[in-house]
């Protein structure tokens, strides 16, 4: 199982690299989904609550994916993805169906944080009371804030006034280098925000010059962690000087271009990336 970054002499990552689950793509079946990932030499991987229910659909159950996962020697390390969780009337009878299989994912698999991101535009005080009350709901397991300049949390200040005035202990944040770059996050968005309050860090790059969709771009056209025209080194270096130890580093490189070359080559590409950047 590998560590993040197989550091050189005298550096300090320690926490284990995962490939997210939309670096593989959608279609990826579960098995073939570990077996890449641990063939790259991730420890783990990400996982969505569609790429559960597909597994379901092909005839695993839990005690069937966790004998994959350890026969490969990967763990399930990113669970994914919580919306809707604005209003009531967002929360229809599909999200509160996916909310649960979210939780029932991070438990089964060990996994102790959950990405969580909004794309209504709400006013803060609506959101606010909204993520306490997601927060209650997950109990034991912690909600990390994903910002995305398209959405409702649309830079680091909004989430973590979300998270702070939320008031609980179990709300966290997410730190995503694409949005970290296209909402124009520096070293000093940083300074409010306690270190142990960012539980996870995901990594990829972005290309040179924005699309007019920008939702369309971060799913579709990301590039490799430093191999684009985003200072991801620069994030990292920061986060790293603030004292932050995430819990997991994600490679998330939502690419159509690098999947059309192959699920192996889009693994072997984003890790040798993103171990370049962390070192």
Known sequence: MATAADPPPGGAVTQPLVISSYTLGTE????ERVRVAADAGFAGIGLRAENYADARGAGLDDAAMQAILKRH?????EVEYLTGWGTEGDRDRTQREKERTVFHLARTFGVAHLNAGLLEKLSVDVMVDAFAALCGRAAELTVALEFMPYSGVPDLATAWE????????????LVDAWHW????????DLGPVPAERIVAIQLCDVI???????REESLHHRLPPDRGFGDVAGMVRALRAKGVRPR???????SDELLARGPEVAAQTVISAARQVLR
């Open 73 to 77: 020697g990967v763990a399930v390390m």
């Open 181 to 188: 770059t296209r909402a124009g996050m520096t070293p000093d």
């Open 28 to 31: 990826i079946a579960f098995e």
């Open 248 to 254: 997991v580093i994600a490679v998330e490189v939502i």
């Open 208 to 214: 040179e010059h924005p699309m007019p969709r920008p």
């Open 162 to 173: 979300v998270v702070q005035r939320a008031g609980e202990p179990n709300g966290a944040l």
